[in-house]
Nanobody
């Protein structure tokens, strides 16, 4: 059974850092693309970053470029989102997602709150 589980969210002050984890189970990360999304209250879900498991190729939204880093550890079957220089507008629920055989699999999300 394909599952994704996010963790690592929490409360952080502006300018601080957090690293989120997305652990995959039921499949091995190989050629998969894992995508991080976020959704703030009252807003639509937006793409944050993605990584191709096989090559490590990454993509970032303009709003997080140069602040966030997405990486993967194939041995741990885990994708990470390192978030630096956090801003209040980064406050959101963060989700990871993959697409396998035409089905989108989402984790339950982890909440990131950036506030002083």
């Amino acid at each position: 059974q394909v599952q994704l589980a996010e963790s690592g969210g929490g409360l952080v002050q502006p300018g601080g850092s957090l690293t989120l984890s997305c652990v995959a189970s039921g499949f091995r990360l190989s050629a998969d693309v894992i995508t991080w999304y976020r959704q703030a209250p009252g807003n639509q879900r937006e793409l944050v970053a993605s990584i191709t498991s096989a090559t490590g190729t990454t993509h970032y939204a303009d709003s997080v470029k140069d602040r966030f880093i997405v990486s993967r550890d194939l041995d741990k079957n885990t994708v990470y989102l390192q978030m630096n220089s956090l801003k209040p507008e980064d406050t959101a629920m963060y989700y990871c997602k993959t697409l396998k055989r035409g089905i989108h699999y989402w984790g339950n999300g982890t909440l990131v709150t950036v506030s002083s």
